[in-house]
């Protein structure tokens, strides 16, 4: 059995942000397929309902006089058994008017802005009469707009399971990763590359994760590392943040960078964050079994 959602609503009340939601939460989404192509996806969504079980799809103003379709489609998907909830996304005119000015956008009408309103709403009627729910997205933030989706769809996920969050460890000497929006640099930790012992194993490897662990300086910079990245998460969730990568660099990424960002998943998965954990650079080094750096 396939659940759809049917996302329509105002341009500029956020339609398209809720449809990038849905997509966070693994919906399969589509937007502004023609009313007659959908019932053939519903057909391909149908026999292959394990991967299409969670879908939602846009119709909106832009499908023009293929909305006159609409309620033959809501028959087709009735008479096919299909369990559907329509979504109407809506917003006071004078705050889409607002949003307008700041995104600087054209109306999809082709019209003014405050003319587009107006004809939009007339032609957006036949969905907004029949909608399961409809959202006022005028006073919401990304984060409650969040939140209200996941109720309107039955998922059953705490605040914590919204933001994915990726550690990754880096060699300073081969660049800061493109997609870091936290970087912390933990050089200032005695190098274990220097000890003969250690030089040719990873942050990885017990002796070299003691060899730091001994060290005081790291045992107070991971206390307040840590603590400051878990009480900054919660408002990262309340902002709507989906995605948060956290890099962590030294010299090489071959040792310290290794185990702090170990450490640190190790710490984040134990607060029930949902956590991927990549060592960008820990094989750099290697060439033919040998150590080139």
Partial sequence: MIRLYIISGMSGAG??????????FGFVCVDNMPVQMIVD??????????????IAISIDSRSGEHLSWFKNFLTVLKNKEVSYKIIFFNAANDIILKRYSETRRRHPS??????GIGHERK????????????????DLTIGELKKVISILANICRSEKQYLNISVISFGYK???????????DVRFITNPNYVHELKYKTGR??????????????????????????????????EGKSYLTVAIGCTGGRHRSVF??????????????????????????????????
Wanted: glycine share 2%; with cysteine.
């Fill in 15 to 24: 339609k398209s942000q809720a449809l990038k939601i849905f997509e966070d």
């Fill in 41 to 54: 996806f519903i057909d391909i969504c149908i026999k292959d309902s394990k991967k299409y079980k969670n």
């Fill in 110 to 115: 082709g019209k003014s802005v405050s003319e």
């Fill in 123 to 138: 032609i957006l009627d036949t969905i907004f009469r029949v909608a399961d729910e409809v959202v006022d997205t005028s």
């Fill in 174 to 184: 081969y660049g800061i990763p493109n997609d870091a929006d936290i970087v912390y």
């Fill in 205 to 238: 490897d017990k002796s070299v994760q003691k060899y730091i662990e001994k060290q005081e300086e790291f045992k107070v910079f991971f206390d307040a590392f840590s603590k400051l990245i878990e009480i900054t998460l919660p408002d990262y969730i309340r």
């Fill in 260 to 293: 702090t960002a170990e450490k640190l998943a190790a710490f984040l998965k134990s607060r029930k964050y949902k956590v991927k954990l990549n060592h960008r650079d820990i094989l750099r080094c290697y060439n033919n079994g040998k150590i080139n750096c």
